[in-house]
């Protein structure tokens, strides 16, 4: 029969699974709020910094914090103005190439049909172009609201968070009892807004080289709208794996498109994908450092978890969030020394 302390440990670990479990699925339920939260927080930390030194130049906080957000703001609003014009024609061709795409397969099966003498068998692809298209500009048309009110929450959450998580932070401090204590979360604070920010722009600037090295390759093979496919794998590249994977298959049926060769459609995205592994096994780990450089096994498994549990978005923040875990298990110690799992770090 286990004894008293068995059943104690036992219970302990059911509860923990159970509240894990649980934590899931509210993070499912209610990922339109906690999603939104996340992301306004991950801006306020990274841009209040910036808001900090417009403070100690006597610009109150308020202004500061309105000004950081219409720079970062006017930036974005340019570069996809910039980028606008080639994606709008990409898009007004996306009924022509669903077309083409379903003349191709009805053609094939129908040679595959004749070939094996099965005239009598109706084609479940002969309708694909109405079938997929227009529900996806269905799903467009009523997310379009939904996202722009996101939007509006978030840059209201951004403002909030830079002009008054200082306040909140001072009075969490406050209500600490001894030095030591308010002196780790000072220290905790501070390694997560530090280490997040320099996280946050050595990816974005390396991010925005490997998408000028491949708009310059796709131009010198004269590729249509080489800088739009080179800032879509530079944000897609935001997430590891994944984003360029997509980015690949894409690039592969682009080329396909334009060129109408197979080998066109093999020898584009294997050079981005030669370029993609130059930057994710040499140049950032050598940027970023050990303490950012976390293991690619927990990292891949981690954004699929949080690609379920949040979609394309989850994927997008989910290394920011195990930058800031991985900071959080060090610096507190609570789980002693198995934080260094997270790390990508060779021991002798």
């Given at each position: 029969?286990?004894?008293?302390?068995?059943?104690?440990?036992?219970?302990?670990?059911?509860?923990?699974?159970?509240?894990?479990?649980?934590?899931?699925?509210t993070l499912?339920?209610?990922?339109?709020?906690?999603?939104?939260?996340?992301?306004?927080?991950?801006?306020?930390?990274?841009?209040?910094?910036?808001?900090?030194?417009?403070?100690?130049?006597?610009?109150?906080?308020?202004?500061?914090?309105?000004?950081?957000?219409?720079?970062?703001?006017?930036?974005?609003?340019?570069?996809?103005?910039?980028?606008?014009?080639?994606?709008?024609?990409?898009?007004?061709?996306?009924?022509?190439?669903?077309?083409?795409?379903?003349?191709?397969?009805?053609?094939?099966?129908?040679?595959?049909?004749?070939?094996?003498?099965?005239?009598?068998?109706?084609?479940?692809?002969?309708?694909?172009?109405?079938?997929?298209?227009?529900?996806?500009?269905?799903?467009?048309?009523?997310?379009?609201?939904?996202?722009?009110?996101?939007?509006?929450?978030?840059?209201?959450?951004?403002?909030?968070?830079?002009?008054?998580?200082?306040?909140?932070?001072?009075?969490?401090?406050?209500?600490?009892s001894t030095?030591?204590?308010?002196?780790?979360?000072?220290?905790?604070?501070?390694?997560?807004?530090?280490?997040?920010?320099?996280?946050?722009?050595?990816?974005?600037?390396?991010?925005?080289?490997?998408?000028?090295?491949?708009?310059?390759?796709?131009?010198?093979?004269?590729?249509?709208?080489?800088?739009?496919?080179?800032?879509?794998?530079?944000?897609?590249?935001?997430?590891?794996?994944?984003?360029?994977?997509?980015?690949?298959?894409?690039?592969?049926?682009?080329?396909?498109?334009?060129?109408?060769?197979?080998?066109?459609?093999?020898?584009?995205?294997?050079?981005?994908?030669?370029?993609?592994?130059?930057?994710?096994?040499?140049v950032t780990?050598?940027?970023?450092?050990?303490?950012?450089?976390?293991?690619?096994?927990?990292?891949?498994?981690?954004?699929?978890?949080?690609?379920?549990?949040?979609?394309?978005?989850?994927?997008?923040?989910?290394?920011?969030?195990?930058?800031?875990?991985?900071?959080?298990?060090?610096?507190?110690?609570?789980?002693?020394?198995?934080?260094?799992?997270?790390?990508?770090?060779?021991?002798?």
């Amino acid at each position: 029969m286990p004894s008293k302390d068995h059943l104690i440990r036992l219970s302990q670990i059911m509860l923990c699974y159970l509240a894990i479990l649980a934590s899931l699925y509210t993070l499912y339920l209610a990922k339109t709020l906690f999603l939104t939260i996340i992301i306004a927080l991950f801006i306020a930390l990274f841009c209040d910094p910036l808001v900090s030194r417009l403070e100690k130049l006597k610009i109150p906080r308020g202004i500061g914090a309105l000004l950081t957000m219409v720079f970062f703001s006017t930036c974005l609003f340019l570069a996809v103005s910039m980028l606008k014009p080639s994606a709008q024609v990409w898009i007004t061709k996306i009924p022509a190439i669903m077309d083409q795409m379903s003349q191709s397969i009805n053609e094939a099966t129908n040679t595959i049909e004749n070939n094996t003498a099965v005239d009598n068998v109706e084609n479940p692809t002969s309708h694909i172009n109405r079938s997929t298209f227009m529900p996806l500009l269905k799903s467009i048309f009523f997310a379009t609201p939904v996202f722009l009110a996101q939007a509006m929450a978030a840059m209201f959450m951004i403002y909030f968070f830079l002009v008054y998580g200082q306040i909140i932070l001072l009075r969490l401090i406050q209500i600490k009892s001894t030095f030591g204590e308010k002196r780790n979360v000072v220290e905790l604070f501070s390694a997560i807004q530090k280490e997040l920010s320099t996280y946050v722009l050595t990816i974005t600037v390396i991010n925005l080289c490997l998408g000028l090295c491949v708009s310059i390759l796709f131009y010198a093979f004269g590729i249509e709208d080489a800088f739009l496919w080179g800032a879509m794998a530079a944000a897609l590249n935001f997430t590891p794996y994944l984003g360029p994977l997509i980015s690949a298959c894409i690039f592969s049926l682009v080329s396909y498109i334009q060129f109408e060769q197979l080998h066109m459609a093999l020898l584009i995205p294997a050079l981005y994908l030669g370029i993609n592994l130059i930057e994710s096994q040499f140049v950032t780990p050598t940027f970023l450092g050990s303490n950012l450089n976390l293991n690619p096994l927990i990292v891949f498994v981690w954004l699929l978890i949080w690609g379920w549990i949040w979609g394309a978005f989850g994927m997008l923040i989910g290394v920011p969030l195990l930058v800031c875990l991985s900071i959080y298990l060090e610096k507190t110690e609570v789980l002693g020394e198995w934080y260094l799992l997270l790390r990508n770090e060779k021991t002798s």
